[in-house]
């Protein structure tokens, strides 16, 4: 009868201890460690939205003062022949253009992403307006050149309006994709 | 001294831990911007509840790059502000009376760790199946640099809205 009073401290100590209730841990879950924890894979991961992150921004607000541009550009068109403010404008929103296009084409993108919502839009409507801002500017230059020169242009070349503003709209409605919930 | 011994071991094994898992959950944030309105949604959620000497006890961990919205472009934006690779988990933890379970609506003080900055809410819960329930997180409040478009930042408050549904 000696295990009796161990017997009887024992179940007293089962007792309290039932009384602690334990913290329910992350691993309790069903987490895995790698889910839990950070490891080398996921700082270079970091890094790489981070810098994807900063050079989109770069994008956005390039992208607006290229649109404000364009807009300038737009609506100097009229008075194309007479100075060449039209001429210069154009040439700006081209360098900036373009450079906002580098922005977008050159930021790391994570793998495994399937492109969903307005940014699919966004980058369709730059197969319309990317070939208009690389036509627009050399019929333009077409155009100007042979009014200058007292030549007839051809029917392509008097298209540089209709080019220019399909490539306007195009880029227009692609930042307002950006910008406003549809 | 057998009664005795008989009455302790009755007393000690008489509470039993009951343990609940979370069968199904839902999480949805709301960011407001001047321009839009935006939503969204993760399920991507893992929780338990242990209930013991009238107190239950509970964790529940969502995984920060889960949540979806309408646009990927805005979903990868939001892993890079919320730095998910460095805090993967946002988790809710708390305790309550387990009479609490029984009531139609409760709230229940709970530790929210969000963007590794732990901070304490009082959570709205309405019992169902599954039971709903309502925070609005400051943003700030957990050192989340607020996103911008045109130069206008997104809402501070983020109104969380969540489903759970436990099961035995």
């Not at chain 1, 100590?13 to 009384?19: D, G, R």
């Not at chain 1, 550009?73 to 253009?97: F, K, P, R, V």
């Not at chain 2, 009479?99 to 609506?105: A, F, H, N, V, Y």
Request: aromatic letters at 8%; charged letters at 20%; a positive charge.
């Amino acid at each position: 009868m000696i295990w009796l009073p161990r017997l009887f401290i024992l179940l007293i100590s089962f007792s309290i201890l039932k009384n602690v209730q334990a913290e329910i841990a992350l691993k309790d879950l069903g987490l895995t460690q790698s889910e839990i924890v950070l490891n080398p894979k996921q700082i270079k991961e970091q890094k790489t939205l981070e810098s994807r992150h900063s050079m989109l921004k770069t994008h956005e607000v390039l992208g607006l003062t290229t649109l404000g541009l364009m807009t300038a550009t737009m609506l100097t068109g009229g008075g194309a022949l007479d100075s060449n403010t039209h001429m210069y404008l154009g040439m700006a929103t081209g360098a900036l253009y373009f450079t906002t296009a580098y922005f977008s084409l050159t930021a790391p993108k994570p793998k495994g992403i399937k492109e969903r919502g307005n940014i699919v839009w966004h980058k369709r409507l730059a197969w319309i307006h990317f070939p208009a801002m690389i036509l627009a500017p050399i019929l333009g230059y077409i155009y100007k050149k042979n009014e200058d020169d007292g030549k007839k242009s051809s029917s392509l070349v008097k298209q540089h309006p209709t080019i220019a503003g399909v490539g306007f709209g195009a880029f227009a409605l692609s930042a307002a994709l950006m910008t406003i919930e549809f | 001294m057998k009664l005795i011994m008989g009455i302790l071991l009755l007393l000690s094994l008489q509470v039993e831990a009951k343990e609940y898992t979370l069968s199904q959950a839902k999480a949805e944030y709301t960011v407001k911007h001047i321009f839009k309105t935006v939503k969204g949604q993760s399920k991507d959620i893992k929780g338990k509840m242990v209930c013991e000497n009238e107190t239950c006890e509970f964790l529940i961990a969502i995984t920060s790059k889960s949540f979806i919205s309408s646009d990927s472009n805005r979903d990868l934006n939001m892993q890079t502000i919320l730095e998910v690779t460095k805090f993967p988990l946002i988790t809710v933890k708390g305790s309550l009376p387990e009479s609490d379970l029984s009531k139609q609506q409760f709230e229940v003080k709970s530790l929210v760790s969000f963007h590794g900055i732990e901070k304490e809410y009082l959570i709205k819960i309405t019992k169902g199946r599954p039971s709903e329930g309502s925070l609005t997180v400051l943003l700030e409040d957990h050192k989340i640099e607020r996103p911008s478009l045109l130069m206008a930042k997104i809402d501070n408050e983020v109104p969380i809205s969540f489903s759970v549904d436990w099961k035995e």
